[in-house]
């Protein structure tokens, strides 16, 4: 059978008529032949009793976007189990540096008021001023966050007085987030909240000046497996100063001079899309959609972003710098390259890591018969912005989108956001200088398939359908998918390896698929469709 002739009915057939009807809208065939990319539902709510692969609000918030923020000591105000389960899963890695000493780091530290069942029935909000005041007495950080779990929704704990208060007793700032897990549908609530309070909060307090001729920020970069810092090495010798990235390895003390950047790179679009474009409104500073993750992505990623400033001698080092990389990793990559050839994967993780790794694995000549998101919206599938109407109380900004409406008579492409003069963008795209936005859906292969917040049981029945001979995925499914005899690779923490990104990455990446592929254990497993009923048990 080839990738064309799978049937997302027969996928689809054992599940109750209502929930066919529901996960059929998630589900996306890639036709060629079609002239767009056909509507996928996505950032809906999950069948309730599915085991989907997503996380909650306060993972969006805290642990994604503000629990890298170095220098701040963020707070889970709640019940141990969310303080804990959250306390460094994430491979955000920070280091010391001029502005932060090592005194001054408390990310990969875990704080919590450890809500009991007296204050839960009596209420948490002196706990928390008194944690707050010890934590001051104790670490003397500059800034805290204060991140709420699902019960402080329920019990009604004012998250904002308790943080005014401490900040007018300590003269710190005391920033909190009513991220309470059940809120949105998954981390993208999460993301919205953070970014909302960051950019009202943090953004634009500093005043000590950012020297350098190009400055640029780097959003969307949580510096996983020490992603961040390859790119930083590469934009540095090339001859730009990175302000800040939000949030890997960032400081407080960087995000509040975030203002003063040219330009803001945007490498991870969903869980930061806010800030660019708030930033963009208040500060004028343009944005670019970049993607350094696969060696061509790269090259283009760096030739734009030259592009943007039309410096002759910028460009002639983003050339060499691009030369040098490439001649030091291609013998390397090649050795590599020859055994993951022709190899099959699925890619299914956040919201955008799925895209991203689709061009790094066309590069070592793997094909993608499987991807998808578990909280994307549809621009990021779509490849075109959908504009996000608030439910709900629209005047607290606080409360994220909850529900996309699409309208289908927008376009506007969001990979490139710059104050240059239209007629100079339409030249840069015609001479192929800079692509346009691209979602998912234009890089998936004919027949294969799009998948939105995929299931458990999905999952089981495309990897029987399609046989793929490795799965990129989150922790989730990591073990399912090796008892189906298949090797599987996080993507969201790289299993201990990294950094993945530019030309070095791209190599580190390779070998780590190259060793799963060639790994003799996985033939020494019985998948259970080929076990015998009686060896199942
Ligand atoms: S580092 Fe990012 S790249 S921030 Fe986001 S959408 Fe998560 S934590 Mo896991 S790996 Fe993943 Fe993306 Fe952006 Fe990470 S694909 S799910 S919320 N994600
Ligand atoms: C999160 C964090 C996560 C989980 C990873 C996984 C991460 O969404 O809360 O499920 O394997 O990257 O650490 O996405």
Redesign the pocket.
């Known amino acids: 059978m080839t990738v064309t002739d799978v049937n997302v009915d027969e996928i689809l057939a054992p599940f109750p008529d209502k929930v066919k009807k529901n996960r059929k809208k998630h589900i996306v065939k890639k036709d060629e032949s079609a002239s767009s990319c056909p509507q996928i539902e996505a950032n809906t709510r999950t069948v309730p009793g599915i085991i989907t692969?997503?996380?909650?609000c306060y993972?969006?918030c805290k642990?994604?976007v503000v629990g890298p923020i170095k220098d701040m000591v963020t707070i889970t105000h709640g019940p141990i189990g969310c303080a804990y389960y959250?306390w460094g899963?994430?491979?955000n890695k920070a280091r010391a540096d001029d502005r932060t000493p090592p005194e001054q780091i408390y990310s990969a530290m875990c704080f919590s008021t450890d809500m009991q069942e007296s204050d839960i029935v009596f209420g948490g909000e002196k706990k928390l001023a008194k944690m707050i005041d010890e934590i001051v007495e104790i670490f003397h950080p500059r800034a805290i966050n204060v991140c709420a779990t699902c019960p402080i929704g329920l019990i009604g704990d004012d998250l904002g007085a308790v943080s005014k208060a401490a900040e007018e007793r300590h003269g710190i700032p005391v920033i909190h987030y009513n991220c309470e897990g059940y809120k949105g549908v998954s981390?993208s609530a999460g993301h919205h909240i953070a970014n909302n309070q960051i950019m009202d909060r943090i953004i634009g307090k500093g005043t000590e000046k950012v020297d350098g001729k190009y400055v640029l920020n780097f959003l969307g970069e949580y510096n996983?497996g020490g992603d961040a810092w390859e790119i930083e090495r590469l934009l540095e010798e090339i001859g730009y100063t990175v302000g800040s990235t939000l949030t890997g390895d960032s400081a407080y003390a960087n995000i509040k001079n975030m203002h003063q950047a040219h330009l803001n790179l945007v490498q991870c679009h969903r869980s930061i899309n806010y800030i660019a474009e708030m930033m963009e409104t208040k500060y004028g500073i343009p944005w670019l959609k970049v993607n350094f993750i696969g060696i061509d992505a790269t090259i283009n990623t760096l030739r734009e972003i030259a592009q943007c400033f039309g410096d002759d001698d910028l460009t002639a080092r983003t050339e060499l710098v691009i030369e040098r990389e490439l001649a030091a990793v291609t013998p390397e990559l090649e050795r590599y390259r020859k055994i993951c050839t022709g190899k099959t994967a699925f890619v299914f993780?956040?919201g955008s890591r799925s895209h991203h790794y689709q061009y790094l694995l066309r590069n070592l000549g793997m094909e993608v018969l499987v991807a998808g998101y578990?909280f994307a919206h549809r621009d990021d599938y779509e490849g075109r912005e959908v504009i996000p109407t608030i439910k709900g109380d629209a005047d607290s900004k606080n409360i994220p989108e909850l529900h996309v409406e699409p309208d289908p008579e927008m376009y506007e492409p969001p990979h490139l956001h710059l104050n240059m003069p239209k007629e100079r963008y339409d030249e840069l795209v015609a001479s192929g200088i800079l692509n346009e936005y691209r979602g998912m859906y234009p890089d998936m292969v004919n027949g294969g398939i799009m998948i939105d917040d995929a299931n458990h049981f999905e999952t089981e029945e495309l990897v029987e359908v399609f046989k793929p001979d490795l799965i990129f995925?989150?922790?989730?499914d990591?073990y399912v998918t090796h008892k189906m005899g298949l090797p599987s690779k996080?993507?969201?923490?790289y299993d201990y390896s990294g950094p993945y990104t530019c030309f070095k990455g791209a190599v580190t990446f390779a070998k780590d698929v190259a060793h799963s592929l060639s790994t003799p254990a996985w033939k020494m497993i019985t998948p259970p469709w080929e076990q015998k009923e009686t060896e199942q048990r």
């Not at 692969?53 to 909650?56: F, H, I, L, M, P």
């Not at 995925?473 to 989730?476: S, Y």
């Open positions: 692969q997503r996380g909650c993972a969006g642990g994604v959250s899963t994430r491979r981390q996983i993780v956040g578990e995925t989150g922790i989730k990591k996080q993507m969201h923490s």
